[in-house]
């Protein structure tokens, strides 16, 4: 360990050294409000390194005896996370007043998660990123309690629990692979489990490294709510604080989609073992998005049914890792995994202006339920409109980033001969439009319960309109955000 | 190249939309502003029509942007040109979405909303047809839906939000198979281009040269199937129908002259540039393979609509379920795609091509005339109308003209439209034309029979009191029968230009 291993992992130690300075503020300050601006800006130092790190590393680095990167994929990962936390913190200012003198910790605890998920996107040694791992979904169990009502402390307590056993689950598919193949380095893990290949001995036909992968890709399953692990989800998101869920949705599901991105990336080279990958996660794509698309059409309450539409995303994002997979043989092929980054991104604006408007409308309102938002156009015209976009980009209609995001995974997995696949997402997106239009139609049509004016907070106001105008700008625009996920996986992709 | 000329036609409509959003808040002052956004998009479309040099062909007033998504998985770019095939069709689009901001003079609920839908549908629609890249026609393809949601199920009448919703869910399905159609076309090996077509001053090679002869990423069959569901649900064909008389009946009349004047037109406009276009001669699978399958829908289109039109009680279901009908024949003439003998005439198709015109103008009158009787008699049940001549003779004149045009009366547009079909059609397929036919004979029953229940017959007192049509509702009909008698006595006017982008489509 030396001073060029901390230089590495710079991003990750701010953001935590953030949190912990907030909980010494926390102890010193008797108005929270300070706490929050602290928070956002303080992030700026991560940024800022995080900048300096993209232009001065190169991507071969690694560093903490082996365990850590700072690639341009896994920065580009951090520029997502911290841009996520510190529009989620704003967003809920208002909100958290709900956590009467808990604030502090609030945001501590976040920051504490996001440093976990950070350093989950940079590792490259299973032990790392099982720790990291942890150290993300602890203070996301907490948070998700955070409301101290009955539902909450369900939620809470439900990803705890399934937290936990995912864990183990990966823990135990983490040990399979280490028996099987010696090591605990990701890249050599797949080089053992390729050399068993090379014996003659057909990787997957191997029980242990089957039985290894497959729980593997359960424990990561859950993190990304990808079915059949996606229980969970509906329960937590309707109890937990809505910033929460947005937090939820959006960095913990980017940060697993990342370390699964790496896995494959490490797998390339060996056709055999792409395939079978491919087979595995397009199954499982086909199956997550039906089963989202389909338990959300019967949903009344809004947050239950942007859970399920959480687990339909994965399922869309699970068919740009498919063609990523079933892809890998062909050289420089490069525009699946870009097009994962794109969608990747499109998905977290979309989410966040979502449940940016959500919260400032349910602020006043207090209602969760879809019925409560008639008439919503009427009493908050602005916040409507941005709303029904972010729906608009869900559903994946053009100009938004949502639409070329789908677009860009469509095209991956037409590209690598998975047109069922392909086929069978594009049924699911029409099959979305019937929940995310009602939702619309309940805002535009309904007569509203009541007359009054529903106005947000400056802050979360500006948070929604920023990351509405992202997905317009990317939906239209989307050259620069491309050439950036370019960059990012140009120099893992081989 | 960008001549700016083209953009400037399909953004100013949603330029004036984002206005109206932002600035006018005064319901009067919103109409107007609207209806002269549309009037002045239609005198822009109509210079540019005059402009287009019929003599040179081609893609005419290209705007290129090049670099708008540059990368290896979607190397799209933002095209707009005008051709032959388009020219006509953008005119119809202006004509009728300025017939529609005058015919929705009397809406007075959400205004503001109301002005800046119906705008963004135009830019919308004009983009489908001026898109001359894949994705970018996609793309405009997809926003046209959302407009139309919200104007059928705000300001529609009856099941009007399960009608929106139809209309959506069929529409999206449509489009899901296109979009995987597109994303075929442009992976396959050496396209790696969402061109529509070559476009030589520019360097552009378009997918029917690239894929000619080639094998594809996934048969070519396959492919034309998935773009022709998309097509076959726009227009609409037998029997992915069921959502046109729904949509029709409950939206208002503004919105049914833009659905069925001018949406419909983008499943003839795709079939046409895309499904005959594209697939002429591409190796194992052909357009021409598929032509009789073509005909048979077609036919089974034109007589299946024309007897439920016939038992309709509804006037705006009647007229709706006539657009079935009609529509028919569009397919009936590009099914002559095949030729016989080897040798192809373009006079189906360019009937064909007509046919969407006229169709678009005519029904637009028909609907603008059923939305003048509805506002008045607030029934459009026709067994309570009747002798309606007398009281109002402006609407009744109005009426005539368009049923009489529709059913094909030789000096009105219909006419030409459906004889070019018939005579390009007939030697290659005289039995089905033969039947087609009937369908004209079938029109000519049911427009009869409306007028006289609805128009003709004795004095009907219940609305002795009503006045008839003013002079801003005889604007709109005013431009309609003009153009409807300008092109059933000049036809050429629209098929000198018709012809020459459908010469350039045929390729064998």
Same mark, same amino acid.
């Given at each position: ?127 790392? %990123?099982?720790? @990291?791992?942890? $150290?993300?979904? /602890?203070?996301? &169990?907490?948070?998700?309690?955070? *409301?101290?009502? +009955?539902? =909450? ?101 980017? %940060?697993?989609? @990342?370390?699964? $991105?790496?896995? /494959?990336?490490? &797998?390339?080279?060996?056709?055999? *073992?792409?395939? +079978?990958? =491919? ?107 941005? $709303? ?107 | ?508």
């Amino acid at each position: 360990m030396n001073a060029h291993d901390l230089w590495l992992l710079s991003p990750e130690l701010s953001v935590a050294g953030l949190g912990v300075l907030v909980i010494i503020a926390d102890l010193l300050l008797n108005k929270k409000t300070p706490l929050i601006w602290l928070s956002v800006i303080g992030l700026a130092v991560p940024l800022a390194f995080t900048l300096m790190l993209w232009f001065d590393t190169p991507d071969s680095e690694i560093g903490v005896f082996g365990t850590v990167t700072a690639d341009r994929l896994a920065l580009f990962f951090h520029f997502l996370l911290i841009g996520t936390t510190a529009a989620v913190i704003v967003a809920a200012t208002t909100y958290s007043r709900k956590f009467v003198g808990f604030q502090g910790e609030f945001l501590a605890l976040m920051l504490l998660s996001v440093s976990g998920m950070m350093l989950l996107v940079a590792s490259r040694d299973v032990i790392t %990123a099982y720790i @990291a791992l942890e $150290l993300s979904a /602890l203070p996301a &169990a907490a948070l998700a309690a955070f *409301l101290r009502t +009955d539902r =909450s402390l369900e939620a809470g307590l439900k990803f705890l629990l399934l937290s936990a056993l995912s864990s183990a689950v990966l823990l135990y598919g983490l040990v399979y692979l280490y028996g099987a193949t010696g090591t605990t380095d990701i890249a050599g893990i797949l080089e053992g489990i390729n050399s068993v290949d090379a014996d003659g001995d057909r990787a997957f036909g191997s029980s242990a490294i089957m039985l290894g992968v497959v729980m593997v890709v359960a424990g990561f399953g859950f993190k990304m709510a990808m079915a059949p692990f996606q229980m969970w989800v509906p329960d937590v998101y309707e109890g937990a604080p809505t910033p929460v869920v947005a937090f939820l949705s959006i960095a913990s599901k980017s %940060a697993a989609f @990342a370390i699964v $991105l790496r896995v /494959l990336y490490t &797998a390339l080279g060996t056709d055999e *073992l792409a395939a +079978d990958w =491919s087979n595995l996660i397009a199954i499982l794509a086909a199956i997550t998005m039906t089963v989202g698309n389909l338990l959300a059409l019967s949903q009344r309450n809004i947050k239950r049914m942007l859970g399920y539409s959480t687990v339909a995303h994965a399922g869309y994002l699970l068919v740009g890792l498919a063609a990523v997979a079933a892809n890998s043989d062909s050289d420089g092929f490069i525009a699946g995994p870009q097009g994962v980054l794109f969608y990747l991104v499109a998905y977290a604006l979309t989410n966040l202006a979502v449940f940016f408007a959500i919260i400032a409308i349910t602020n006043r309102t207090g209602s969760d339920m879809i019925s409560g938002f008639a008439g919503m156009a009427r009493r908050a015209p602005l916040l409507s409109v941005l $709303l029904a976009l972010g729906l608009l980009s869900l559903l994946g209609i053009p100009p938004t980033a949502g639409f070329l995001g789908k677009v860009f995974v469509f095209s991956a997995a037409v590209d690598s001969g998975l047109v069922w696949l392909a086929v069978i997402g594009v049924i699911n997106s029409v099959i979305s439009a019937f929940y995310y239009l009602r939702v619309v139609r309940t805002m535009f049509l309904d007569e509203p319960e009541a007359e009054e004016r529903v106005t947000a907070d400056i802050p979360v106001w500006a948070a929604t309109l920023v990351a509405s105008a992202g997905l317009l700008v990317f939906g239209i625009a989307p050259s620069s955000l491309l050439e950036f996920a370019r960059h990012a996986v140009s120099g893992v992709v081989t | 190249m960008f001549e700016g000329w083209l953009s400037i036609i399909v953004f100013l409509p949603a330029a004036a939309a984002l206005f109206i959003a932002l600035f006018l808040r005064n319901d009067s002052q919103i109409r107007w502003f609207a209806i002269g956004a549309t009037v002045l998009n239609l005198v822009l479309i109509v210079i540019t029509y005059a402009d287009f040099d019929r003599g040179a062909g081609g893609v005419q007033m290209v705007d290129r942007y090049q670099d708008w998504i540059p990368v290896d998985g979607l190397r799209a770019q933002y095209l707009l040109g005008m051709d032959g095939l388009s020219a006509p069709l953008v005119l119809l689009t202006g004509l009728l979405t300025a017939v529609a901001a005058f015919a929705s003079w009397r809406i007075t609920l959400r205004v503001r909303e109301y002005f800046i839908w119906l705008l963004v549908l135009e830019t919308s629609v004009l983009g489908v047809f001026l898109a001359l890249d894949f994705l970018l026609f996609f793309i405009f393809w997809e926003i046209e839906l959302i407009p139309m949601f919200m104007l059928i199920s705000v300001w529609g009448s009856g099941r009007n939000r399960y009608s929106a919703m139809k209309f959506v869910i069929f529409t999206l399905g449509g489009s899901a198979f296109m979009l995987i159609g597109i994303l075929s076309l442009f992976l396959s090996s050496g396209v790696d281009t969402f061109a529509m077509v070559s476009i030589p001053a520019e360097g552009i090679d378009g997918i029917p040269d690239l894929i000619a002869g080639k094998d594809l990423l996934i048969p070519a069959g396959v492919i034309w199937f998935l773009l022709f569901a998309a097509f076959a649900i726009k227009m609409p064909l037998w029997p992915v129908h069921s959502w046109l008389p729904d949509a029709h009946t409950d939206a208002p009349t503004a919105v049914s002259i833009m659905l069925a004047g001018v949406l419909l037109k983008m499943g003839g406009y795709g079939l046409i540039r895309i499904s005959v276009g594209m697939f002429q001669e591409t190796k194992g699978f052909q357009v021409q393979d598929v032509a009789w399958l073509l005909a048979t829908l077609a036919v089974v289109s034109i007589v299946y609509g024309a007897i439920v039109t016939l038992r309709q009680t509804d006037l705006k279901r009647l007229v709706a379920f006539s657009s079935v009908s009609h529509m028919g024949f569009v397919v009936l003439g590009v099914s002559s795609i095949v030729g016989v003998g080897g040798t192809v005439t373009q006079g189906g198709m360019n009937g064909a091509a007509l046919q969407m015109v006229t169709h678009g103008t005519i029904t637009g009158l028909l609907f603008l005339t059923v939305g003048l009787v509805y506002d008045r008699a607030h029934t459009r049940y026709i067994p309570d109308l009747g002798g309606l001549a007398l009281r109002w003779p402006l609407i009744t004149a109005s009426m005539v003209i368009a049923g009489l045009a529709s059913l094909g009366l030789p000096g009105l547009s219909g006419f030409v439209a459906e004889i070019s079909v018939f005579l390009g059609t007939y030697e290659v397929w005289p039995w089905l034309t033969a039947i087609g036919a009937f369908g004209v004979v079938l029109a000519a029953g049911y427009v009869l029979w409306m007028m006289q229940r609805t128009f003709f017959g004795p004095r009907n007192e219940r609305f002795q009191d009503i006045e008839d049509a003013n002079f801003v509702d005889m604007i709109p009909v005013a431009a309609l029968v003009i153009s409807i008698v300008a092109i059933g006595v000049f036809p050429k006017l629209v098929t000198e230009v018709f012809k020459v982008g459908i010469s350039e489509l045929v390729r064998i």
